[in-house]
Nanobody, 117 residues
Framework: QLQASGGGLVQAGGSLRLSCAAS????????FGWFRQSPGNAREQVAA???????NYEDSVKGRFTISRDNTKNTAHLQMDSLKLEDTAVYYC?????????????WGKGTQVTVSS
């Protein structure tokens, strides 16, 4: 399962940090990432980081968001700097992992990020 944390309310230009921790069972994390969804908009992938490649970002957050992972703790973080009003959304972390039964995707509980003017 994934435990999501972080988020909250911040003024434009400020920073927030989201975290995602995987636990339970024996598994190998192949990728961590975050999607976000705001009212009236489709869900979009914000950032992801795979075990075999570097991070990738949605164009609007490049240079402002940084995704990282700690393989020893099965955790990932999304550092969000220079936040803009349009970053307001519910953010969902995910992890693609494999265990003895195959490949799976787990989702964390949504975390509200609100950027105010």
């Amino acid at each position: 399962q994934l435990q999501a944390s972080g988020g909250g309310l911040v003024q434009a230009g400020g920073s927030l940090r989201l975290s995602c921790a995987a636990s339970g069972g024996t598994f190998t994390i192949k990728a961590f990432g975050w999607f976000r969804q705001s009212p009236g908009n489709a869900r979009e992938q914000v950032a992801a980081i795979r075990s075999d490649s570097g991070p990738n970002y949605e164009d609007s957050v490049k240079g402002r968001f940084t995704i990282s992972r700690d393989n020893t703790k099965n955790t990932a973080h999304l550092q969000m700097d220079s936040l803009k009003l349009e970053d307001t959304a519910v953010y969902y972390c995910f992890a693609r992992y494999s265990d003895y039964t195959g490949d799976h995707t787990a989702w964390g509980k949504g975390t509200q990020v609100t950027v105010s003017s």
